[in-house]
């Protein structure tokens, strides 16, 4: 280590020991937080203004490449004190020999952050999280993410960009893989799990990493699903739909926000004070700090936001964004603005300081090489631990969409006929962004999966992905011909969904469809499993083949999963978090819509001049909430401990689950509720609450869900989060698509 860096250390902790001496502990709320800020304090001290820019700075290292530019100089910025973050370093060795650069080549030696995107596991892959949510196990969402974590750590990362807590409604948008579905109060929910797995009780804890939450805000809500594109909504719906889960995300503590590439309401979301300063920190309280995603400084000027970037930079700056990524806006033209007075030397103070506060919870400036240990990296990655819940994270992700027949789980004496793009594929199956996941050699396709449990079966490709190669379509029928089910694994290419990969074409890909109508001919059950980053248009495939099972992209042990739930050895629970459209003209549709003037079931509407198409049904080919079992389940109607609700009382909703069928099972109980009238028009129904109960054959459970004041409370009409007195209704199901069966008034 330098002298020159021991020397700062002996003035800054010098300093910061003697302005603590007249402190008393007893009346701050934490000695620890109070300690770190002393600390900060002495430092900024001692920092220039080009040393403060510094650490505002991100850029990537040229191992990854995640965005559309590059600038290879980092090394450069980084011995000349310019930048505070690296991301896309990654390994114990790589990130050891940056963060040296970082504490022993620079005047004060501020300790760098690594960031990364682990977004469902590092190099232990799991289901992409629109799969995993359909899990509804947020235990499981949590343990998932703190695997990711440890593995991350353990190749010396202190940061993931993650979780993606968008709402998303529009499956035509590639980035709905990334994030939870389309409903707020679970996505609100899985946001905490999943921030809870990355950050653990410490973040000084060397297994833990910094979480983001991203995109902030209503990127999903990108105008005709198109990636970066407008976002145009009322106040109320981007208060009620798409705020929550990062509120959520706050009260879970986590430590960043990502900003959105969109505009909402006619300003760039980087340049956005009413979203990063009016809510994020005044009215939430948020005290981490704040990430610009790609460039995203800069494209507010094409945007037409901003004349040029030193503009797009104060707009940034001022508005609340802490920190620019890969974008060199704040180090190429922060002093000048600075200079300039356009930008205060407090704000830049503040966003250091928010930025050092995490580099110091982290135990970064205690020790800058505790996350590069090349030790622990070889016994933490791909521990057989992780592999086995990722196995099961698979398992529990998978959605039985059609069973027609029982003709799953299959039967161990039935020959099957294993075909399609996907059958043998290791590529693939991790879906995308996969961070340091293997695509060749350890993701376990679902032909290993098939030979690893030793079944009987035939195995030919079919067709690609998306070509229209027809060669071995005869080898496909006969083998089919030959066996006694066919299990076809077909979707999509890991490419077609994620950032960057809207579709307006919502069908399996290439000639897929094709082969499917031939192994149709031949009278051999079809069982259809899908790989797929969202709802896709299955209506042929429904009326076609026997059975659907939705495996999203299942991650590293994907392969055993699929083989586990076809054969029985698990009975898929998996529930919709996305609503399935019947083609692409009913896009956007979910669940919790609005009701018109003219609903289709009006009575004594003329059936013409209804809301509705005249070439297809409203309803969705499988509705939000949806997931069928191997054994069955009866509902009986819930009972109401009450029919009147006040402020200062609750209604508990109890209502009896019977395992009808033949398998034990498990089965996601949901509580719905419609408000009838409101001061401003409220959704058709609403989750409200949800249990994953698991039952033997024959066993019955009471299932109790409590409704309280807090449970009806909404925006109205003065933006006022509250509740309003009238009839509510309600139904406990296994889905979305149900009828109410019970009400009760609401006494404000």
């Known amino acids: ?100 650069i970082a504490v022993e080549e620079t005047r004060l030696g501020i300790p760098l952050i690594f960031g990364y995107d682990v977004i469902h596991g590092y190099k232990t892959i799991f289901p992409i999280p629109m799969g995993e949510a359909s899990s509804w196990d947020l235990d499981l969402m949590e343990k998932s993410a703190q695997i990711a974590a440890k593995e991350a750590a353990a190749e010396g990362l202190h940061w993931t960009f993650a979780p993606m807590v968008d709402i998303a409604r529009d499956p035509r948008w590639g980035r709905i893989a990334e994030g939870a579905g389309e409903d707020t109060y679970l996505g609100s929910l899985i946001a905490k799990a999943r921030i809870n797995g990355f950050q653990g009780k410490s973040l000084a804890d060397k297994s833990t990493v910094l979480a983001c939450a991203k995109h902030y805000a209503a990127y999903g809500a990108a105008q005709a699903g198109r990636d970066y594109h407008t976002v145009d909504m009322s106040i109320n719906t981007l208060r009620e739909v798409y705020l929550p889960p990062f509120k959520a995300a706050i009260e879970a503590d986590v430590a960043t926000f990502m900003t959105s590439f969109n505009e909402l309401n006619g300003v760039p979301a980087t340049g956005n004070s009413f979203l990063l300063k009016d809510i994020l920190r005044d009215e939430w309280k948020f005290n981490g700090f704040v990430v610009t995603d790609y460039t995203s400084i800069n494209e507010m000027v094409p945007h037409g936001f901003a004349e040029n970037l030193q ?139 098939f030979e690893a449990q030793n ?96 495996a999203w992209f299942p991650g590293t042990s994907g392969g055993h999963a699929v083989t586990d739930v076809l054969y029985g050895r698990y009975n898929p629970a998996g529930k919709l978090t996305v609503t399935f459209p019947r083609n692409v003209g009913q896009v956007p549709i979910f669940y919790n819509m609005k009701n018109t003037g003219r609903p289709e079931d009006a009575v004594g509407a003329h059936s013409r001049y209804v809301s509705k198409y005249i070439d297809v049904a409203n309803s969705p080919l499988f509705p939000f909430g949806y997931g069928l079992s191997y054994t069955t389940f009866k509902y009986d109607k819930p009972v109401l401990s009450s029919t009147n609700l006040t402020k200062n009382s609750s209604i508990s909703v109890n209502v009896k689950v019977t395992n009808t069928g033949q398998f034990e099972g498990e089965e996601v109980v949901q509580l719905y509720i419609r408000d009838r009238f409101g001061s401003v028009t409220r959704p058709v129904k609403e989750l409200k609450g949800f249990q994953k109960i698991k039952l033997k054959k024959g066993e019955s459970k009471q299932v109790e869900f409590k409704i309280t004041a807090e449970t009806l409370k909404f925006y109205n009409q003065s933006l006022l989060f509250t509740n309003e007195a009238g009839d509510y209704d309600l139904f406990v199901a296994g889905s979305s698509g149900s009828d109410f069966t019970n009400s009760f008034t609401f006494k404000n």
């Open 1 to 100: 280590m330098k002298k020159s860096y021991i020397y700062i250390l002996c003035i800054l902790f010098g300093t910061i020991a003697m302005g603590w001496k007249t402190i008393d502990y007893k009346s701050t709320e934490n000695k620890e937080d109070d300690i770190i800020e002393r600390k900060i304090d002495s430092l900024l001290a001692l920092m220039t203004v080009e040393e403060k820019i510094g650490q505002t700075v991100l850029y990537t290292s040229i191992e990854d490449i995640t965005g559309p530019t590059l600038d290879t100089n980092y090394t450069t910025y980084l011995k000349n004190g310019q930048i505070g973050a690296i991301f896309n370093a990654t390994g114990s060795a790589f990130t050891r020999k940056l963060q040296k």
């Open 311 to 449: 503009h797009a930079g104060e707009l940034a700056m001022n508005a609340g964004v802490d920190m620019d990524m890969q974008g060199g806006v704040y180090k190429n033209h922060m002093k000048t603005s600075i200079d300039q007075k356009k930008i205060k030397m407090t704000r830049l103070d503040k966003a250091v300081r928010d930025i050092l506060r995490l580099k110091f919870k982290l135990g970064l400036f205690d020790n800058p090489y505790k996350y590069c240990n090349e030790a622990d990296e070889a016994k933490i990655i791909l521990h057989k631990d992780h592999l086995e819940l990722a196995r099961d994270a698979a398992r529990k992700s998978m959605v039985l969409l059609k069973n027609e027949n029982y003709i799953l789980p299959l039967n161990n004496s039935k020959k099957v006929a294993l075909i399609g793009p996907l059958a043998d594929d290791q590529f693939h199956i991790i879906g995308n962004w996969a961070a340091k996941g293997d695509r060749d050699g350890i993701a376990v396709s679902v032909k290993e999966g």
């Open 455 to 550: 079944k009987t079966f035939t195995y030919t490709k079919g067709c690609d992905i998306e070509s229209d190669n027809r060669s071995d379509f005869e080898n496909a029928i006969a083998i089919a011909k030959a066996s006694d089910v066919v299990v076809m694994v077909m979707g999509e290419s890991e490419r077609m969904s994620g950032e960057a990969a809207s579709r307006t074409h919502l069908k399996l890909p290439g000639i897929q469809q094709q082969l499917i109508s031939e192994i149709k001919k031949t009278g051999t059950p079809i069982v259809l499993v899908l790989y797929n980053g969202r709802p896709l248009n299955l209506t042929y495939e429904n009326e076609t083949v026997d059975a659907i099972v939705e």
